[in-house]
């Protein structure tokens, strides 16, 4: 479920009828928007309005929007279980044009950024995710 999550009307819906139809020991993987993520981008590009200068709406809210917990605990709810969650990687160049920085920079600061987000990962345990997308897997029993 890449991307499918944050769009659906009702997410606990939709993740109980893919439970149902995956079988026993099979791993759902899916990736949302990190929530966590796009409210600090929104709070810096209000509190410093000359980051919109640079970068266009960086923040993406969708019909539903996930953090680490929410996602975790949305999972567990319908019965998934070993939930694991991880910072996604990240895209290349720009595909939803939101920044007006030339494409080789964007890059060097994206691959900068990983790098900083993958360290925090592994420095917290996976309690903090940066990435502006995560990655869940989860079993069914």
Same mark, same amino acid.
């Given at each position: 479920?890449?991307?499918?999550?944050?769009?659906?009307?009702?997410?606990?819906?939709?993740?109980?009828?893919?439970?149902?139809?995956?079988?026993?020991?099979?791993?759902?993987?899916?990736?949302?928007?990190?929530a $966590?993520?796009?409210?600090?981008?929104?709070?810096?590009?209000?509190?410093?309005? @000359?980051?919109? @200068?640079?970068?266009?709406?960086?923040?993406?809210?969708?019909?539903? $929007?996930?953090?680490?917990?929410?996602? @975790?605990?949305?999972?567990?709810?319908?019965?998934?279980?070993?939930?694991?969650?991880?910072? $996604?990687?990240?895209?290349?160049?720009?595909?939803?044009?939101?920044?007006?920085?030339? #494409?080789?920079?964007?890059?060097?600061?994206?691959?900068?950024?990983w790098?900083?987000? @993958?360290?925090?990962?592994?420095?917290?345990?996976?309690?903090?995710?940066i $990435?502006?997308s995560?990655? #869940?897997? #989860?079993?069914?029993?």
């Amino acid at each position: 479920m890449w991307d499918v999550l944050d769009h659906v009307n009702n997410p606990l819906e939709e993740l109980k009828e893919v439970y149902r139809i995956l079988k026993p020991n099979e791993i759902l993987l899916c990736r949302v928007r990190n929530a $966590s993520f796009h409210f600090l981008m929104l709070k810096l590009t209000v509190n410093f309005p @000359k980051l919109n @200068k640079i970068i266009y709406h960086p923040w993406v809210f969708h019909n539903y $929007s996930f953090n680490t917990k929410t996602l @975790k605990l949305t999972l567990k709810k319908t019965d998934f279980y070993k939930v694991k969650i991880k910072n $996604s990687a990240l895209t290349i160049g720009d595909p939803y044009n939101q920044s007006k920085l030339k #494409a080789d920079i964007l890059q060097i600061i994206k691959f900068y950024y990983w790098i900083i987000s @993958k360290f925090i990962e592994l420095l917290t345990q996976k309690q903090i995710l940066i $990435s502006p997308s995560i990655v #869940a897997y #989860a079993k069914i029993k």
